[in-house]
């Protein structure tokens, strides 16, 4: 989703909260029409940045206060002389309040406003006006058929405030959506607008308050922190005369036959993240690979959960469940770390056994489900974790009582007590094994280091993804590995080693 991060608030809010805050602007003295002409030059200012040389204008307009938009969007176009046309898919005689004034100013400008059909030709930029953030149900006829137009006509396409058919406070696409190139969007950011299905719709955003008072804004109740550069939680500088005990021991449990490479990208993260120490518990097959490759980690060759109970006292960090299997092996050691009183990173297997209700897992721990294994601990389908991320992430840190990083397009970090964090950066070329394994060391780094769960989650993640989203540019074929030089580079620029 690119779009200039300085210039897009950090709070997230859902639908009704953002609706909350224009009936307060209203309130406070400010008309609901004024707010809409606001809208429509914010959008008009945005849609002529994005294509300057455009000189004719389809508007697809529904029923509601977004068709309000449209029409005064399409007032503005034809009064700089643009040839304009209003394609109206909810009847203008049923437009109602702000809505209704609009469509009479359009009249006004001579627009040509003509009733939508599927014959009906788009031209120009084609403009989005049929849905807001108010649709809950599967998109209806006739507009699904006119969202279905829009998407196969192959012109630019802006949406006002939201894609039609997006979910504004899940992210997910509600039967189909409107698929935009530029969205421009009001008052308040919509939580749904950054995760889930909507990488797929939004497009270039655009922001804009409409003046809204900063005060009243303030106070008003929000959904989620969006990660940006300006607002991460960070380790604390090193003293001069600092040392390697001083920054934690991560112990890093898994890689069985087969997944050796997952336990070692684990455990080169975490040692290029800033750990003081690193072991790796791993079969004893993969000990003279792993010396080949992390030297600066101590190896032990593991054949039974037996091994490990000396080394659990002298470490502060578990990370377990990279390459773990599921296997009685697997399934032993992972019994032997959740006995262990240490904050813990579990990832991967770690998670299906857990799912499987054969072990317990100790609070205060992160842990890293992609949708699939979210799915497995909530007892539901991935379709229905993907249906709504946001409650799918905090019945998951409620449930195990734990900081839970749900993977994703628009990644989400849950807290037991409501807290919810969104990192909406990346790149399609993440799409590959082994980054979560690279995370999951990351994260564990953080923790040897001091920092609280959900602030180490919250870092980890934004590192990962955008150490992902710089190497991403060179497109496909990203190895997992990339990012761990990527990641300590970016770690330093945001919290340095020396003040």
Not at 144 to 171: E, M, Y
Not at 409 to 429: K, N, V
Not at 466 to 481: F, H, M, P, T
Request: hydrophobic letters at 50%.
């Amino acid at each position: 989703m690119p779009h200039t991060k300085d210039e897009l608030p950090d709070v997230l809010y859902s639908a009704a909260q953002v609706r909350g805050l224009d009936a307060s602007l209203i309130a406070a003295g400010t008309k609901g029409f004024e707010l809409m002409q606001r809208a429509a030059r914010a959008t008009w200012r945005a849609l002529v940045r994005r294509w300057p040389t455009a000189s004719e204008l389809s508007v697809l307009a529904g029923h509601g206060n977004n068709a309000g938009d449209g029409y005064l969007v399409a007032a503005l176009a034809r009064r700089a002389g643009w040839t304009v046309r209003v394609l109206a898919v909810g009847d203008p005689q049923h437009l109602q309040g702000d809505a209704a004034l609009a469509h009479a100013e359009a009249l006004s400008e001579k627009v040509d406003i003509e009733t939508w059909t599927a014959q009906s030709g788009l031209r120009g930029i084609v403009l989005d006006a049929l849905l807001g953030t108010g649709l809950s149900g599967d998109v209806r006829e006739p507009y699904a058929s006119a969202i279905a137009a829009i998407n196969a006509s192959g012109l630019p396409v802006a949406a006002v405030d939201i894609p039609s058919g997006l979910c504004a406070d899940t992210g997910r696409v509600l039967g189909c959506a409107v698929c935009a190139d530029l969205t421009v969007t009001f008052i308040g950011l919509k939580l749904g607008m950054f995760t889930g299905d909507a990488v797929n719709v939004v497009g270039e955003l655009v922001f804009n308050d409409l003046h809204a008072d900063p005060q009243l804004l303030a106070g008003a109740a929000i959904t989620a922190l969006r990660l940006t550069a300006g607002n991460l939680p960070r380790p604390a500088a090193r003293a001069p005369a600092s040392h390697k005990g001083r920054f934690g021991h991560v112990l890093l449990i898994g890689g069985d036959r087969g997944f050796g490479g997952a336990i070692l990208l684990s455990a080169q993260s975490a040692l290029r993240s800033g750990a003081g120490m690193v072991s790796v518990a791993t079969r004893s097959e993969h000990v003279p690979a792993a010396l080949a490759r992390v030297p600066e980690a101590m190896v032990l060759g593991t054949s039974s959960a037996n091994q490990l109970m000396g080394l659990l006292q002298k470490v502060s960090v578990l990370v377990v469940g990279p390459g773990l299997g599921q296997a009685a092996w697997g399934r032993s050691l992972l019994s032997a770390a959740a006995n262990a009183p240490l904050p813990q990173v579990w990832d991967a297997d770690a998670l299906n056994l857990l799912a499987e209700e054969q072990v317990s897992l100790p609070e205060g721990c992160v842990i890293t489900p992609h949708p699939g294994e979210a799915a497995r601990l909530l007892g539901m389908s991935t379709a229905e974790v993907q249906a709504d991320r946001p409650a799918a992430a905090l019945a998951l840190s409620k449930k195990y009582t734990a900081v839970v990083v749900l993977k994703g397009a628009g990644s989400l970090i849950a807290h037991p007590d409501g807290r919810l964090a969104l990192c909406h950066q990346g790149h399609p070329a993440m799409a590959s094994a082994g980054l979560g394994d690279v995370l999951a060391g990351l994260v564990g780094a953080l923790l040897a280091q001091g920092m609280a769960a959900f602030d180490a989650a919250c870092l980890a993640v934004w590192l990962h993804a955008n150490a992902g989203e710089q190497l991403g540019k060179l497109g496909r074929g990203l190895a997992a590995s990339d990012l761990i030089p990527a990641i300590r580079q970016l770690l330093e620029e945001q919290a340095p080693c020396l003040k």
